[in-house]
């Protein structure tokens, strides 16, 4: 019990000192800062869930999204309710000890236009940063130029930025997630060199080739770069993906105007593999053997919207894992390889729009317990439909389908 107070009173102390010498600084207290952040976004109108003891005398750590630590310094502070709006105030510098910070804004249909101010940028041990806007098409904001986060390692955001380099100097920086992105991948990508996940959605299109020095990126395990809207022209495909040979999901889409195969000696070091989709990439040739042979866990192949030829490797039995296979729009020939049969939890089979296909379906497809899609439809297979294939548990469903 006496251990107990004693404690108590020497972390009462340690508040107080840190109060004192906030106050001596010209400083605000952490209560200070995150009034003023309740009162910039719009905190009265969060409801009741969300604004908790917010501005009551209780510990900080019982309001809402707030943790503190054993000297009573907010680390941790979440704001994710429909009703924040506005911008998070510049006083956010003063909360020193913040580890992690996550906010949602919603400023549709209003004149805001800078949620996140540069001082966010300069907290010294942030490790975790979650930003997200949503504010209508067209509003960018910027990354300021110098930024210090020197323990940073996860960042997510929504938020149209368009020039990625101020992040390359992070050297901390393990997961990097930019789902609006508006803007060129720079060389300087290459300098993350502790990223194990990147993943840049272009809304708006890629502003240039995704460059080659990302395949400096050793560490990586997840990749996904994806371009909508306007599709990549003239660029060339970033052959230096298939150097990361430790790649577990590898996703690209429209981010390649020009044509280029899959080096089969590459794949085959791709021993981690577990989902590859490369959709409107440019890529033709033949699909290599060992991209089914070199993973044991290999679950989704996504080739949809290229220009591959040749037939599908027999060897694609040997990922018996396999769940998702997606080849349609392509130039493939040849016959569906029987060997699809061992692939036990194969769920999804598009091979639609590969008008140089024909022969039989096979039989073996009957073992596939777990099929739900199968399309074939504007290829040359025969529409004869094996008993086996039509006793399988969704076949109603698969026919629906099956040569639309």
């Known amino acids: 019990m006496k251990k107990n107070l004693c404690m ?17 600084k010209g400083q605000m207290t952490d209560k200070e800062v995150l009034m003023k952040i309740y009162e910039d976004l719009n905190g009265k109108n969060w409801g009741e869930r969300f604004n908790k003891n917010w501005g009551s005398e209780l510990p900080l750590d019982e309001w809402y ?52 101010p540069a001082e966010v940028w300069q ?96 560490r990586l395990v997840k990749l996904e770069i994806t371009a909508d809207g306007k599709g990549q022209s003239g660029f060339a495909f970033p052959s230096a993906v298939w150097n990361l040979s430790g790649i577990k999901w590898l996703t690209l889409r429209n981010v390649s105007g020009l044509q280029s195969q899959i080096p089969a000696s590459k794949v085959g070091e791709m021993k981690q593999l577990t ?44 990922a018996a894992k396999l769940s998702n296979l997606m080849l349609s729009n392509n130039d493939l020939g040849g016959t569906i390889p029987a060997s699809l049969g061992n692939c036990n939890d194969l769920r999804v089979l598009t091979i639609k729009n590969n008008p140089k296909l024909g022969g039989e379906i096979p039989a073996s497809l009957g073992r596939c317990k777990k099929l739900a899609m199968f399309n074939l439809g504007h290829t040359a297979v025969s529409h004869n439909v094996p008993i086996p294939v039509r006793n399988l548990p969704k076949w109603n469903h698969i026919a629906t389908f099956l040569f639309m």
């Not at 033949?286 to 591959?308: C, E, K, M, R, Y």
């Open 8 to 24: 108590a009173v020497a972390v009462a102390i340690a508040a107080a000192l840190a109060l004192a010498a906030c106050a001596g």
């Open 65 to 116: 999204g707030v943790e503190v630590n054993e000297e009573g310094r907010v680390t941790k502070l979440s704001l994710s309710s429909d009703s924040v709006k506005g911008n998070v105030p510049a006083e956010i510098k003063y909360l020193t000890e913040l580890k992690a910070f996550k906010v949602t804004v919603n400023n549709k249909g209003t004149t805001h236009d800078k949620a996140i």
């Open 123 to 218: 907290l010294p041990h942030l490790k975790e940063l979650r930003l997200y806007e949503y504010c209508g098409k067209g509003m960018q904001s910027e990354i300021p130029s110098e930024v210090n986060l020197p323990e940073l390692e996860l960042l997510y955001t929504n938020i149209q930025y368009a020039d990625m380099a101020p992040l390359c100097h992070i050297a901390t920086l393990s997961t990097l997630s930019m789902s609006d992105f508006n803007g060129a991948i720079p060389e300087e990508i290459c300098q993350l060199t502790n990223l194990t996940e990147l993943s840049l959605r272009a809304i708006e299109g890629l502003n240039g080739a995704v460059p080659n020095s990302i395949g400096k990126l050793t």
């Open 275 to 318: 989902s590859m989709s490369i959709i409107q990439c440019g890529l033709n040739g033949p699909i290599p053997p060992q991209l089914f042979t070199a993973s044991g866990d290999l679950l989704v192949i996504d080739l949809t919207n290229n220009a591959l030829t040749g037939e599908i490797p027999a060897e694609v039995g040997h």
